[in-house]
T-cell receptor
């Protein structure tokens, strides 16, 4: 079946460090891929998306590239800020209105 | 738009009591989802509706859980009787589906209800 696996957290970084959160997926067909972010005390919100192979989604300095050959969609940011502290969820959608979410990776950024 | 509205934001109750969580989706969204989030199990989909009709309730953990959507602007998730293991954050999300500006089932989440059952 369809599934998403992302690296376990928490990830703790100093401000201005480089961030990578790994995400791999298993899916039939050609899924759309997403990263959602959950700030403390809030619901999830869409951060970025990619809908076909080799697409790069980007938003707020975050990027992720849809790699079909490695079934991956790793999240990266060149220089993190304290305000990026949150939980990040990788997700996929293959149709049928049910989005599959990963377990989430908590990021702490220290000043 | 006010976004997805959930009430109450926090609920503390005693084991055995009935709990009702409420959700108002974004106007015009045809899909509504109820999720539960815990540290141990992460984010779990409980049930979702399309045009007020329940489509998939396979994630509802037990008969103690029930959900309704009497109209396009209101949904409830009820737990009766509640148990301490039901303590979690419950999220409602809505989606416009796969048409128009959001063809990929982007989901818009409410702020959640933190439920504590003592």
């Amino acid at each position: 079946g369809n599934s998403v696996t992302q690296m376990e957290g928490p990830v703790t970084l100093s401000e201005e460090a480089f961030l990578t959160i790994n995400c791999t997926y298993t899916a039939t067909g050609y899924p759309s891929l997403f990263w959602y972010v959950q700030y403390p005390g809030e619901g999830l919100q869409l951060l970025l998306k990619a809908t076909k192979a080799d697409d790069k989604g980007s938003n707020k300095g975050f990027e992720a590239t849809y790699r079909k050959e490695t079934t991956s969609f790793h999240l990266e940011k060149g220089s993190v800020q304290v305000s990026d502290s949150a939980v990040y969820f990788c997700a996929l959608y293959t149709g049928g209105f049910k989005t599959i979410f990963g377990a989430g990776t908590r990021l702490f950024v220290k000043a | 738009d006010a976004g997805v509205i959930q009430s109450p934001r926090h609920e503390v109750t005693e084991m055995g009591q009935e709990v009702t969580l409420r959700c108002k989706p974004i106007s015009g969204h045809d899909y509504l989802f109820w999720y539960r989030q815990t540290m141990m199990r992460g984010l779990e989909l409980l049930i979702y509706f399309n045009n007020n009709v329940p489509i998939d309730d396979s994630g509802m953990p037990e008969d103690r859980f029930s959900a309704k959507m009497p109209n396009a602007s209101f949904s409830t998730l009820k737990i009766q009787p509640s148990e301490p293991r039901d303590s979690a954050v419950y999220f409602c999300a809505s989606s416009p589906g796969t048409s128009g500006e959001y063809p990929y089932n982007e989901q818009f989440f409410g702020p959640g209800t933190r439920l504590t059952v003592l």
